[in-house]
């Protein structure tokens, strides 16, 4: 563990939806290692635990909470729970969500049914854990919300309609959420990384035989390689620190260039 002087999180409490896998325990274990105490939000029991142990063999301190984000009962429950044994939150990473790559589609072909549930997870799990959140951020007088947006949501991109449109809903809300909770001090950012070498990316991209990874490599993404779960936890321990005290409805976006080429 650094000294106590380095540490940009000392002394805050920091929930991670999704802190089981790819960025989300990247970012618990950097949340973690600068200082925070780190609440792990998380629906695969396995993978959170996996998480929490990782974190407190490192010398840090991490608890898991079992959740499906989009299960409004159950994220009240889940944040009844952390106000009683914490009092309260500085920071929300709002990283959990699903791609689901064989069930995704252009709307023409989508199920209906498909849609309502990819929303329901990225974006009303989102919602629901921002607002299950905002009066234990108030009651630590304010703190960071960083939500997570994706290039699908600042681009068209094919076959991934319902993903896109969480994704382009979630920096809407982001900016929403920043003028309604600023006065408050909460301030609240959004994330929006594409091509990360996660899970997710299988679902997406590499399983699929006409995905050509050298070509991607060398001529799909300007920066030349797949981007790291620990480039966005970077970006996200900034957002939640106060190196970040003047941002609040920023969209950063980190895909090695991508949207812009
Ligand atoms: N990997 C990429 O290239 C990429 C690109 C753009 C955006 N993103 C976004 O970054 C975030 C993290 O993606 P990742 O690549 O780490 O994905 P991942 O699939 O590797 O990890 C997602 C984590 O969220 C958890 N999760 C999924 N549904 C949940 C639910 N309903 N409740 C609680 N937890 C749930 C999973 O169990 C897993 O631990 C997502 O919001 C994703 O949309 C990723």
């Not at 996996?50 to 490192?58: F, G, R, S, V």
């Not at 969480?166 to 309604?180: D, F, P, Q």
């Not at 970077?234 to 090695?256: E, P, R, T």
Request: charged fraction near 20%; include cysteine.
């Amino acid at each position: 563990m650094k000294g106590e002087s380095a540490v940009k999180l000392s002394g805050k409490i920091a929930a991670v939806t999704g802190g089981g896998g790819g960025i989300g325990r990247a970012a618990a274990e950097t949340f973690a290692r600068e200082g925070a105490a780190v609440l792990i939000l998380e629906k695969d029991e396995k993978m959170g635990r996996e998480t929490e142990e990782k974190i407190a063999a490192d010398g840090g301190r991490a608890e898991f909470f079992a959740l499906d984000i989009s299960d409004w009962q159950k994220v009240q429950d889940v944040f009844g729970e952390i106000g009683e044994k914490y009092g309260g939150i500085d920071v929300l990473y709002n990283n959990a969500s699903v791609f689901w790559g064989t069930k995704d589609a252009a709307l023409d072909v989508l199920d209906v049914a498909v849609f309502e549930q990819i929303i329901r997870i990225n974006l009303f799990g989102m919602m629901y854990c921002s607002k299950a959140a905002i009066p234990l951020l108030k009651k630590r007088g304010g703190g960071s919300i960083i939500n997570t947006s994706s290039s699908c949501g600042l681009i068209g991109i094919p076959n991934c309609d319902a993903y896109s449109a969480s994704k382009g809903a979630t920096i809407s809300l982001t900016r929403s959420m920043a003028v309604e909770f600023g006065p408050e001090k909460i301030r609240t950012n959004c994330i929006a990384p594409a091509a990360i070498h996660t899970p997710m990316i299988y679902e997406s991209d590499l399983n699929k035989p006409t995905f050509d990874e050298q070509k991607f490599l060398t001529q799909g993404t300007p920066i030349r390689r797949w981007g790291t779960a620990q480039d966005i936890a970077n970006i996200a321990l900034f957002l939640a620190s106060d190196d970040a005290s003047y941002m609040n409805g920023a969209v950063l976006v980190a895909d090695g260039g991508i949207t812009v080429s």
